[in-house]
């Protein structure tokens, strides 16, 4: 899996603690690599994390590296050094047109984080920096969970920028009271293919589907396709609108494939997607999906423009 404050560090992947001395931990790796090697029964997918964690903390160097920055991810990297600030700021490089977005992508959950993360420090308690990756590491997994989800958010919201002029996107769109803010879809997207209800998800461990649903360690309990449904119903009826597709957001070795066709609830296809390819989809469409005309885009953006509540 890819690094995010809910993926496991090197230290648990070869099972040993961050103490660890420098024989402690090369017996560990050759452990593990027995273990987990495909030619003696082992688990190719393991086999590889073990084989990353070792690049991540076996030379001195690394290790120093990795214990003074923690994980680094796609993203950009903030001030403190580590992708789990919030991305700094960078020129703008690329002048062609982004599509037009409105609303804070990951903000309501960042927000959320740093108090979560204040309350459980202690009220009173001083905290330098509160994307230490030392200090995300020991916090709870909810409170872990919520930082993942909103990195996973803005970078979502950075691949649907560059969509292009023809697309109009709506972060953090309010479907529930507005004391429960978390009752949101990250994204709304509508452009020639199609309206899209999206989520981003970190699960920080694979997934797979199972009778219509997101199934895996990190999913638990969650019936993440029925909650996305459900929210997307209350838009539909208090905006007399019909989404295309109600889509899952996931890194990219989450799953096992580019896409995976869920099915389909109220006529809209229910689809789980790598990160990496969700341009490509929302480009395309579902499979059999014909394009919108403009007459019907400029309706349906209008009712959005003008009866979407967003969070913040």
């Known amino acids: 899996m890819p690094d995010s404050p809910i993926s496991a560090t090197p230290y648990e992947v070869l099972g040993v603690a961050s103490s660890a001395s420098t024989d402690e931990l090369r017996r560990a790796y050759r452990r593990m690599l027995r273990e987990t090697h495909p030619d003696t029964g082992g688990d190719a997918t393991r086999f590889q994390a073990v084989q990353k964690a070792w690049e991540r903390v076996g030379t001195p160097t690394a ?43 990951g903000g309501w959950r960042r927000e959320r984080y740093l108090a979560l993360i204040r309350e459980w420090v202690g009220r009173g308690e001083e905290i330098p920096d509160p994307y230490d990756p030392a200090l995300v590491r020991r916090a709870p997994r909810e409170i872990r969970h919520i930082l993942a989800d909103a990195i996973a958010e803005e970078a979502t919201a950075r691949t649907l920028a560059g969509l292009g002029i023809g697309y109009t996107v709506w972060h953090d769109v309010a479907t529930g009271a507005p004391g429960a803010p978390d009752e949101k879809i990250d994204h709304v997207v509508l452009g020639p293919t199609g309206l899209f209800a999206v989520l981003s998800e970190d699960y920080g461990s694979a997934v797979r589907t199972r009778r219509g649903e997101l199934v895996g360690e990190g999913v638990g309990d969650d019936r993440p396709f029925h909650d996305l449904a459900r929210r997307a119903k209350t838009l539909t009826r208090s905006l007399r609108i019909r989404f295309t597709a109600l889509v899952i957001v996931l890194p990219d070795d989450a799953i096992d494939s580019s896409l995976l066709e869920v099915g389909s609830v109220r006529g809209a296809a229910t689809i789980a997607v790598r990160a990496s390819f ?30 979407i509540r967003l969070i913040g």
Do not use: C, I, M
């Not at 969700?278 to 009866?307: E, I, K, W, Y």
């Open 63 to 105: 290790r120093a590296d990795f214990d003074r920055t923690g994980p680094r991810s796609a993203g950009d990297p903030g001030e403190t050094g580590h992708s789990w600030a919030t991305p700094a700021s960078r020129p703008r490089q690329d002048t062609r047109p982004k599509a037009r977005a409105y609303g804070h992508p």
């Open 278 to 307: 969700l341009p490509a989809f929302l480009r395309d469409g579902p499979a059999g999906g014909a394009l919108v005309s403009g007459n019907d885009l400029f309706d349906v953006r209008t009712r959005l423009q003008s009866g």
